[in-house]
């Protein structure tokens, strides 16, 4: 069964050790609404960062009662409607969409070491017809390909054709040298990258199990090299700015050790190697 993205994203706080404070809406919230009704509203101070579902919001303060006073749809998010016991992030370190964004990073940065095997058939000749865009997987043309082959109209197996290039670029394309009868069936064998990790999603299915932990290591490296995490932050205490972990350059100390390990461990991690015949398409 595929991790999921909220699976993984626990995994990397626990690594990271990034657990912010929790509080919950005891009303439903329209995305218009410039209040958050929330059970502990004299602990929101002016300037905070909330977290809602995929919404990010600003804290203008305490309101009255159990109310609070925020901005809707910061740092890139959508205002959005929100239902009575949705958890409130207070002053997460990083958002939902940095623990993605940083994922993602770590997946594309494992091709080709670890990739997808990808077939494609949605191609079909047409007469007068030399050269077909090669076909996107996951949202992204197939990287490298290993094998074509036709299958005519009526046919029960497909056979293999060599005599053809590969036009690389932005939207590659497969070059027959000859004109092939039309409505024949292309079949691509290539590999590509595994395609990107949505929100409320899961790996793909072929990603392989010794591969979750790798994700782990290159998010936390990615996240703890981020700019938002080297920044001071104004409400820690004074005598933890002296730990060593707050020292100026720690934290890109431990995101460059964590990169090499993370790059080592994507060796041992790796599948066979791609076949040397296969043609690349970039």
Known sequence: MATSLDTLIKQVRRFVRDWPEEDVLTASM????SIASVAVATDYADGWLLEIDQEVLGSLGFNSGTDVKVRRGLRGSTAASHASLTTVLVRPTWLLQDYVDALNWAKNECFPKIYKDALDTS???LANTYEYTIPSIGGLPMRYVSKV????????DYREVREYSIRRGATPKLQFLQDQDAGQTIRIHGYSPFPDIA???SLDT??????DRL????AASYLLASEESGRGRSDR?????QNEEMRAGARMNQANALDTRFRRSMVDA?????????????
């Not at 082959?149 to 029960?156: I, L, P, Q, R």
């Not at 072929?206 to 591969?211: L, R, Y």
């Not at 994700?215 to 290159?218: D, S, W």
């Open 237 to 241: 205490p004074a005598r933890q700015a």
């Open 270 to 282: 790796a599948l066979p190697p791609l076949p040397i015949h296969a043609r690349p398409t970039f």
């Open 149 to 156: 082959e036709f299958k005519a109209v009526g046919a029960v």
């Open 215 to 218: 994700l782990v290591l290159g």
């Open 123 to 125: 191609l079909t000749t």
């Open 199 to 201: 929100l409320g999603g």
């Open 206 to 211: 072929q990603w392989p199990a010794q591969g």
């Open 30 to 33: 329209s995305s218009t609404a």
